[in-house]
Each structure stands twice: as structure tokens, then as C-alpha cells.
């Protein structure tokens, strides 16, 4: 493995990150850290030996009305507001693609979301996907579209837990 996962701090190197998007390069680069002051949502980093960003993601909570949940899973959920967990944001560095690290943030995020999930009230998880390929990416590890979702991007997504 050339990364280690790490809680978010100032100190990490975040200059060089690049993951193809430039809305998520600068979130990372200029807005993490007043997000992560004002409590907007907790990161983490995947740092590489040099202790430089080559991926993370951000977690916060959230909410989708009941009515956009497909009718197959009515029975399973309350009938007002689902609270869930919400993936805001997920990327990773250029450099670091196809080594298996946007699934190891993924499954760490849907992981760290059940623990809190049996401490709190929280039914599901909720991504948007900003393009086809990242809805591809979550479809893969069963992520499912919202009815309300249009043809543009982004597309929400949501897992059951």
C-alpha cells in the first residue's frame, strides 16, 4: 500500500492534488479547512509517504424527502425526511488511479457511516456522482439513483444501511 489514512490536518500537503476535477481539486486546496472550522462536514486524507493528499473524502449528515426513494423500499423507511450520512465530496490524485484507492475511501466512508448509524437515527448514504463515470463507480458497489434524479450531474445516489 503506498497511502495511510489520516484525519484531517492543516500540515498535509494538499498543493500538488490533482484529480481531474477542478471543483473537487479547489474544495481541497482553498475551502476544506473553513469547512472543517465552521463544522460543515469531517474529512479524512489518504496521505502518501511524503505526507501529500492523494485522495479523500468528507462525511456529514443530511437529508432526502421520503418521497424521493424508489416505492420498493416505502416499506423500509419512515414516511418524513430520511436522515443520512452524506459523502460530499470523494476523489483521488491523477498519480494514484486504479490502484484501488477510491474504493478503500468509499468502503472507509460506508464503514465509519454504519458505526454512527447505530448510534444515531440514520437509514441510508448519499453521494453525487459529478459525472458518468463517478455514478459507474458508485453503481458498482450498489449505490442506486434517486427518482428525483435528472440527466444532468450531479445525480444523487443513496445506499441503504
Known sequence: MTWKFVDFNKAFDRSKFDCGEAVLNTYLKTMISRDVERKANVPLYAINANDEVVGFYTL??????????????????????????????LAVDNSMKGKG?????????VDRAIRI?????MRAIVVDAKNPSAED????????LLITV???YPRKMFLIV
Open 150 to 152: 435528472t440527466v444532468t
Open 117 to 121: 448509524s447505530k448510534e444515531i437515527g
Open 60 to 89: 456529514s449528515t443530511s437529508s432526502i424527502e421520503f418521497n424521493n426513494f424508489p416505492p420498493n423500499l416505502k416499506n423500509k423507511i419512515a414516511p418524513y425526511p430520511v436522515s443520512v450520512a452524506l459523502i460530499g465530496r
Open 137 to 144: 463507480f458508485y453503481k458498482k458497489y450498489g449505490f442506486e
Open 101 to 109: 484507492l477510491g474504493k478503500e475511501l468509499l468502503f472507509h466512508a
